[in-house]
């Protein structure tokens, strides 16, 4: 089973901010099947990368990802009010898909 | 427009069942593999099961390997989460998602079950 660590935990910015989110896999994952997703509460989850870096059907490109291998890294450049959720990295390169525990991007 | 929608979540007493089913629309059905996912209180997200393009292939996590059981019904753009010998820990959101294989682009709202006595 292949581990996603992320970090932070959480980030406090402000709108307007850059937000660096981190993804760390236990091994190498296949082919960069790497992808990000938005949560609010009480929504679906929302797709905004898929392999790695490439940005899901309609994402905004204040979104992008980027890394390979083990490291990943999401990063939103100028933070809009709509953008404050929690952001959680999977990979589905083999089974079981994995998760990572999310970073709660918060309003300072 | 694709939507996902969940429903058959509710209240079940430990070692009981229940099937979640999720409706679908917006995209064709039975070219998407379709998943269950979960989020427990205060927890993260967790992938439950998912079944391949013609229902031939279904993966489970291992805390839910017989006992839960996934299955579709093209005809009806819906599939299902038969899940029996209901636990606690089992008390979670579950969201039902398709897409492309392993990749997840759409989710549904997420319907609540709870296990509890």
């Known amino acids: 089973e292949i581990v996603l660590t992320q970090s932070p935990d959480t980030l406090s910015l402000s709108p307007g901010a850059r937000a660096t989110l981190s993804c760390r896999a236990s091994q190498s994952v296949a082919s960069n099947y790497l992808a990000w997703y938005q949560h609010k509460p009480g929504q679906a989850p929302r797709l905004l990368v898929y392999g790695a870096s490439t940005r899901a059907t309609g994402i905004p490109d204040r979104f992008s990802g980027s890394g390979s291998g083990t490291d990943f890294t999401l990063t939103i450049t100028r933070l809009e009010p709509e953008d404050f959720a929690v952001f959680y990295c999977q990979q589905y390169a083999t089974s079981p898909l994995t998760f990572g525990g999310g970073t709660k991007v918060e309003i300072k | 427009e694709v939507q996902l929608v969940e429903s058959g979540g509710g209240l079940v007493q430990p070692g009981g069942s229940l099937r979640l089913s999720c409706g679908a629309s917006g995209f064709t059905f039975s070219a998407h593999w379709m998943s269950w996912f979960r989020q427990a209180p205060g927890k993260g997200l967790e992938w439950v099961a998912n079944?391949?393009?013609?229902?031939?292939?279904?993966y489970y996590v291992d805390s839910v390997r017989g006992r839960f059981t996934i299955s579709r019904d093209d005809a009806k753009y819906s599939f299902y989460l038969q899940m029996n010998n209901l636990r606690a820990d089992d008390t979670a959101v579950y969201y039902c998602?398709?897409?492309?294989?392993?990749?997840?682009?759409?989710w549904g709202r997420g319907t609540l079950v709870t296990v509890s006595s």
């Open positions: 079944v391949n393009k013609d229902g031939s292939q279904r």
């Open positions: 998602a398709s897409g492309s294989g392993f990749l997840c682009e759409y």
